[in-house]
């Protein structure tokens, strides 16, 4: 096999002689693939029966003292072993899959590498009668990308936003089944191979489920996860929402006669949740816990743009962006609200159950309120709004474009416009941002230069600072600072009293070498620490 190849997805052929997989080139770009899946790669076919063969035979030529081979005819003849079956068009590969009787091939594929992700096509390679293996020649495209969306809720295409999150499985022969991001959800689709048509499975009710609340047991009302099928037309599936942890749930596919034609539904049923534990202390802070996620509240916001908004941009480049606001149970005190911008900045934040968030929602801040005479604590929970803004996944190739170039601009405006609507809505208390990588940047951007200026009656709060920590925390003094050479720079102002950047996109050689992932969970306790200090209020 090639020696600059990077195997990945791999699976064996119906015979067990051929072995399938994504190739990715490690000649250029190695590192962080986990949150740029957009690499150069390509679907390879290996013979592995020729391979140990060819092994044999180069060991039994050592043994007989025969002319040692060249390291370049060795790469040439392992390159006449392993055949390329995904066209030159497709820059980068994912996900191949073949079907239960191996005569077909699909896979996942970006046409440009351009941006670190993109809207994927779907692409078949197919067996003939006849044809003893696959040929690059018969590719095919099932569904293409999606520039614009035929309207605003209507599918956007194909989207995932890291390796592996792609659980792609054949039902049968014909049809395939997976999730994939449609704006802020998380959808299940079935796509019929040869009619090249796209269903949304997650449709309907969804049985057992006596949840209660606005969703009620509307299946589409949750954010999907695929994890395996059978050719019997059993699905086995997850569901959830941001208050609500993934529950297993169980489909059966049948096909139903609509107007004269054939379509397919899918019957969900949920399975029952047994608590293991039998301690009564753990049931009793798991019951505690359930209570209060009974209270919390989430919905998805449609925001329309300020910028880049007008008859001289496409429709697709304008449309409203989205929102998810997840809300801790009513309180009389206005809670803080804590923005939160993806990274990527082609990624996503699905209306999925989070800890994270739930974590943040339920912190419990101090507020001393008062004056020199009289001062009391409150104590309040936190709103959060997870901002997709334009050049977000699962909105659009049209969309996703519009973002390169306009960095620092159209989505810090489109973070602002978020916080914007919800400062309209009112109840919103102290303000503070947080952000990692390429949102630590719109967070660093949006704290020097403010778009929008809100009075707040408070002062400045305490942080706690670790020099150990990947986070850059801010305290009002570097507020100061930013909004000092801000106002004066732009006339503007800063709204927010602190700021967490995660490992921010402003300093690539200080990045090099370093993996937020692996120090994230080490400073957590510090995290939240400066978390719990943020709106800590007073007088002096």
């Known amino acids: 096999m090639l020696s600059f190849f990077q195997a990945a997805d791999a699976q064996w052929t119906n015979d067990d002689n051929d072995l399938i997989f994504v190739g990715s080139d490690t000649t250029k770009r190695r590192l962080g693939h986990c949150y740029c899946t957009n690499r150069a790669s390509a679907i390879y076919k290996i013979n592995i029966s020729e391979q140990l063969l060819l092994a044999q035979k180069k060991e039994k030529e050592e043994e007989a003292n ?3 081979k060249t390291k370049e005819g060795e790469a040439k003849e392992n390159v006449d072993k392993t055949v390329r079956l995904s066209t030159p068009d497709d820059m980068a590969t994912i996900s191949p899959r073949l079907s239960p009787n191996g005569n077909r091939l699909i896979y996942f594929s970006y046409p440009s590498l351009d941006n670190h992700n993109n809207c994927a096509r779907l692409r078949l390679i197919e067996r003939k009668d006849g044809q003893s293996d696959f040929s690059s020649t018969d590719v095919q495209t099932i569904v293409d990308i999606v520039d614009t969306p035929a309207e605003l809720h209507s599918f956007p295409g194909f989207y995932f936003s890291s390796p592996g999150e792609q659980e792609v499985n054949w039902l049968d022969g014909d049809v395939i089944i997976f999730a994939s991001l449609w704006r802020s959800l998380r959808k299940a689709l079935i796509v019929d191979i040869p009619k090249r048509a796209v269903e949304v499975a997650s449709v309907g009710t969804v049985k057992g489920l006596d949840e209660g609340g606005v ?38 596919v049948s096909t139903v006669n609509v107007d004269n034609k054939e379509r397919r539904v899918v019957e969900w049923t949920a399975f029952p949740i047994t608590p293991r534990h039998s301690n009564h202390n753990i049931k ?3 019951q505690e816990v359930e209570d209060w996620m009974v209270g919390v509240s989430w919905e998805i916001l449609q925001v329309g743009p300020s910028t880049n908004s007008d008859e001289t941009h496409h429709e697709g480049e304008r449309r409203p962006f989205e929102a998810v606001v997840v809300s801790p149970p009513a309180t009389a005190t206005p809670a803080p609200l804590l923005v939160i911008p993806h990274g990527g900045p082609h990624s996503c934040y699905a209306a999925e159950f989070s800890i994270r968030n739930l974590y943040f929602v339920s912190l419990g801040y101090k507020l001393l309120l008062g004056n020199f005479f009289f001062f009391s604590f409150f104590e309040v929970l936190t709103i959060i709004i997870l901002v997709n803004y334009r050049g977000s996944l ?43 990588s390429h949102g630590g940047f719109i967070s ?25 920590s990947p986070f ?11 909004t000092f050479l801000g106002a004066h720079l732009l006339g503007t102002q800063s709204c927010f009293k602190a700021g967490i950047l995660w490992n921010p996109v402003i300093n690539f050689n200080s990045m090099v070498g370093f993996s937020s992932s692996l120090c994230l969970n080490a400073n957590w306790l510090c995290l939240y620490r400066l978390l719990q200090a943020i709106f800590l209020i007073g007088i002096c």
Not at 472 to 482: E, I, T, Y
């Open 284 to 286: 009793q802070q798991r």
């Open 66 to 68: 025969k002319a040692e």
């Open 444 to 468: 660093m951007y949006i704290l020097s230069v403010s778009l929008l200026s809100i009075p707040l009656s408070l002062h400045s709060p305490f942080l706690h600072l670790s020099p150990a």
């Open 215 to 252: 969703l009620g047991d509307n299946a589409e009302g949750f954010s999907w996860k695929v994890h395996a099928s059978s050719t019997q037309d059993y699905i086995l599936a997850a569901i959830g929402t941001p208050n609500k942890p993934d529950r297993p749930v169980l489909g059966k």
């Open 394 to 436: 699962g909105f659009g190739q049209r969309a996703l474009n519009s973002l390169p170039g306009k960095c620092g601009e159209q989505d810090c405006a489109d973070v602002m416009d978020a916080l914007k609507l919800m400062v309209d809505k009112g109840a919103v208390g102290p303000l503070a941002i947080f952000g990692g």
């Open 472 to 482: 850059l925390f801010l305290s009002q003094r570097s507020l100061n600072l930013l």
